[in-house]
Structure formats: C-alpha cells, structure tokens
C-alpha cells in the first residue's frame, strides 16, 4: 500500500487520539467523575486504527468494547465519545450507557453487543443485506481471541463462507481474554487456522505493525469487496492495561509484559516516521498540543451537558412495535434502523414504507 506522507500522518494522529482520549477516560475514571468500568486498549491502536483506515465511505463496521481508534476513524466526535463515557443526556445512548456500546447507522457503525461474538452473526446480516442489493460496499467485523470460541463466531464464520458475504472478520489476540491466557483457550498457534477450516482465506499478523495490519486487511477488504466471499485477519497484539480499571493484570509474567512493551504500536510507528523525515520536533508538539486541546474539549463539552432526564429513563428501552429493519442501506445518508433513536434529537426514527416497499419486505 502506497501512503502519501499527509496520509501516514493522519494515521498517526488517530492512533495518538485514540490514546490521548482513552488516559484521560481513565483519569476521569480514578476521579470518580465516570462511573462504571472503563476498558481500554492501550497497545491495540495500530490494529484498530490500521484495520479501519483501508475500508472506503460507505463500508460498514461491526466493532467490539476496544476499538475506539476504529470510532474515531470513522469520524465520531470526540465529544460525543466522552459525553457517552460520562454518560449525558445528549450522548449517543442518551445516557442510558456508559461504554463504546456505541454505533451509528449513518456512519456506518453498527453498535456491538455486549456478549462476546454475538454482534458477529449480526454482521453476517448487514454484510447479506449488501450483497442482496448488489452494492460494492463491506463490512468488517472485530472481536477478540475470548470471542473466538464462543458458537457465535463459529457459526458468523461459516454462514459468512458459504454465503459468500462481503465480510472481513478482524481479530483482535491481545494474549488474554480476561485473565484466561490463550494456551487456556485453544490449542492452535494462530486463530487464521479456523477461517481455513471455514473455506476462507485466513492470515495472522503482528498486530503492533500498522503496515502489517493495514497491508492485511486490505487485501482482505480487496477479496470480499470483489466478490469471493469473506477474509479473515488475526492481529496478534497485546492490551498494556488490565481487562478493565479494576483488573491489575498481575497473572501477565513480567518477561511478556516487557517484550510487548518494547514492541509499542505507536513507538515504533512514530520511530518509522522520524526515520523517514515525515515527522518533525516540531511538528510533533503542534500535534501533541492538538491532540490536547480536542480532548480538553470534549471534556469540558461533556461535562456542561445536561444530564439524562430522568422523566425519561423508562423510554428507549424497549423497541418499538412494528417491523425491525434497516431503511436505506448502511453507512449511507439516508440510513435509518427503525430501533434506533437519532441522538441529536432524541427521537425515534419514524419510518414511512411505501405499500409495495413494505410487501416486499415482509
Ligand atoms: C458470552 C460472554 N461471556 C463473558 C462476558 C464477560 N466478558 C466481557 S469482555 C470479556 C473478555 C473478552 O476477551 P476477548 O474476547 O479476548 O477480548 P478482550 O477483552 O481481550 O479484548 C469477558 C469475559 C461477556 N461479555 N460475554
């Protein structure tokens, strides 16, 4: 992949951001101003942000509660983010969670489900739904090594080959799920063996190399997007901090830790582009006071926003009556799920079916 130098730059930022926005989540955690647990991915930036950056507008993503750098490639604001961490009135959940349980069908992003592999049958539909209306758009889906062995991911990655989905399944091995390592979870060496047995192209890379991920992914992206079905790329990486704030991480042995630590995603990235002259002193502080100042934005955004109405805390729980179903296609303009709210407004969104658009749908 050939990445022009404003390009690679851009890349640094998001993963920077990403960064940026999770230490400052977990200091407003430690101040009890975020209430809840907080799980971060420091460690993982290269393979969100590196597997993000090769979809196109209008692709479809399916993320899972680490990947913020895939949100904030996508375009999610910075202050929407942290209005949903400190869960506000106008977050995109208004208030009703605290987490990434975040998605937003006209950016494409359809928000996960919080039991593991569960959101990946799901993007089995979506990635259907495209096919069916022939479009050239994908969907790319992520999880981590614990999903792998639930029947979910299982049952995603076989209806997925033998429907020839345009699906990319991204999997995010940080070594542990939890506290469970992954000698306790499978007996393979790498998690891309499962997509052969599958009938699908599979390939593990070091996930702390953006150029590895991102040269992955899009040829993963390139062979669903041409119509030979679904790909699958396991990012081997590793999540610096505990599986939440409360979790010290004491059961990872400090010789693993210290390796992973010298292999820094964002380190090594940012070594590269001193390297190659792309990246300057300079040029770093004027980034580094950026980055500070949009998040000392969304901060302080979130925080003069209202609180959720409690007069309303018994609406949006429940679904509407009435068919489920995406209008318009995903991560388009017009896209609107009949169970979503729109957060700007609050309101639900009111789908009118043409007679013969609704027959045909039923
Ligand atoms: C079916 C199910 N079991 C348990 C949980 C609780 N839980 C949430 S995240 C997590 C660890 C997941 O590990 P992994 O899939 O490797 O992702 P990671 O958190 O390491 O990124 C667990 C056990 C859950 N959400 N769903």
Redesign the pocket.
């Known amino acids: 992949m050939e990445l022009e130098r404003a390009n690679l730059l851009q890349i640094y930022r998001f993963m920077r951001l990403t960064r940026a926005m999770e230490d400052r989540i977990r200091t407003l955690f430690l101040q009890g101003r975020i209430v809840g647990g907080v ?1 971060t ?1 420091q460690g993982h930036e290269a393979t969100t942000v590196g597997a993000a950056m090769t979809l196109h507008d209008g692709d479809c993503i399916v993320p ?3 990947d913020l750098g895939m949100h904030i490639v996508r375009r999610v604001s910075p202050r929407s983010i942290m209005c949903q961490w400190l869960a506000r009135g106008n977050s995109p959940t208004l208030g009703r969670d605290g987490q990434m349980h975040i998605g937003d069908m006209h950016q494409g992003i359809v928000p996960m489900i ?4 569960e959101s990946l049958p799901v993007a089995c539909g979506v990635a259907l739904t495209m096919k069916m209306r022939k479009r050239s758009t994908i969907v790319l889906a992520s ?5 792998t062995n ?1 029947g979910s991911f299982h049952e995603a990655l076989n209806f997925a080959a033998v429907q020839k989905l345009p699906l990319v399944f991204v999997i ?1 091995n ?1 070594g ?3 506290s469970t390592p992954t000698s306790k979870q499978f007996a393979i060496q790498n998690l891309s063996d499962r997509a052969l047995a599958y009938g699908m192209p599979g390939r593990s890379v070091d996930g702390n190399d953006i150029f590895a991920v991102m040269e992955a992914v899009e040829q993963a992206v390139d062979h669903a997007r041409s119509g030979q079905g679904p790909a699958l790329v396991e990012c081997k990486t590793f ?1 610096v901090r505990g ?1 939440s704030e409360a979790d010290k991480a004491d059961y990872v042995p400090e010789d693993v830790r210290a390796e992973w630590l010298k292999k820094d995603p964002i380190q090594r990235f940012e070594n590269y582009l001193f390297q190659e002259d792309i990246l300057t002193e300079a040029a770093r502080g004027e980034i580094d006071a950026q980055i500070k100042a949009t998040v000392d934005d969304a901060v302080h955004f979130a925080e003069q926003s209202p609180a959720p109405d409690e007069t309303t805390v018994a609406q949006y729980v429940f679904a509407p009556d009435g068919p489920i179903a995406i209008v318009g296609e995903p991560g388009a303009e017009n896209a609107q799920h009949i169970n979503a709210y729109d957060s700007r407004t609050g309101q639900p969104f009111h789908i009118v079916y043409k007679a013969e658009e609704a027959a045909g749908r039923r």
């Open positions: 799980y991915a899972q509660h680490r919080s039991m593991l592999g999880c981590g090594d614990g999903a639930t995010e940080n542990y799920a939890y999540r599986h």
